[in-house]
């Protein structure tokens, strides 16, 4: 499975932008598709992740309620709605996929396949 990230730019605090991460190749039912990010000097961390097929999701602590998730099977994309954005929201984002039997999240080392990463840049 082959991931490509898109949509990444800058924004004013407050403002919107929406991630697209395009799939190729074979993705099952339990397929799990999630946005890490990673900003200067800091551990990538989990943003957001959704289960192919099924609609299962969680978010960070940090995004809920701004960020949503979703998943277009007909068009082999996950998308990443980022409303009122913030300052600390400014990273690197990227899209990562692994089979869904087994592991959490949050755990990078669990996922196989990674997008190349888009810059979100988020001014004060």
């Known amino acids: 499975v082959q991931l490509q990230a898109s949509g990444g730019g800058a924004v004013q605090a407050g403002g919107s932008l929406r991630l697209s991460c395009s799939t190729s190749?074979?993705?099952?039912?339990?397929?799990?598709i999630s946005w890490f990010r990673q900003a200067p000097g800091k551990e990538r961390e989990f943003v957001a992740g959704?289960?192919?097929?099924?609609?299962?999701?969680a978010y960070a602590d940090s995004v809920k309620g701004r960020f949503t998730i979703s998943e277009y099977r007909d068009k082999r994309m996950v998308t990443l709605q980022m409303n009122n954005l913030k300052p600390e929201d400014t990273a690197v984002y990227y899209c990562?996929?692994?089979?869904?039997?087994?592991?959490?999240?949050?755990?990078?080392?669990?996922?196989?396949?990674w997008g190349q990463g888009t810059q979100v840049t988020v001014s004060s």
């Open positions: 190749g074979r993705t099952d039912s339990n397929y799990v």
């Open positions: 959704i289960t192919w097929g099924n609609h299962n999701n």
């Open positions: 990562a996929g692994r089979l869904g039997i087994g592991g959490s999240w949050n755990d990078k080392a669990s996922y196989t396949n």
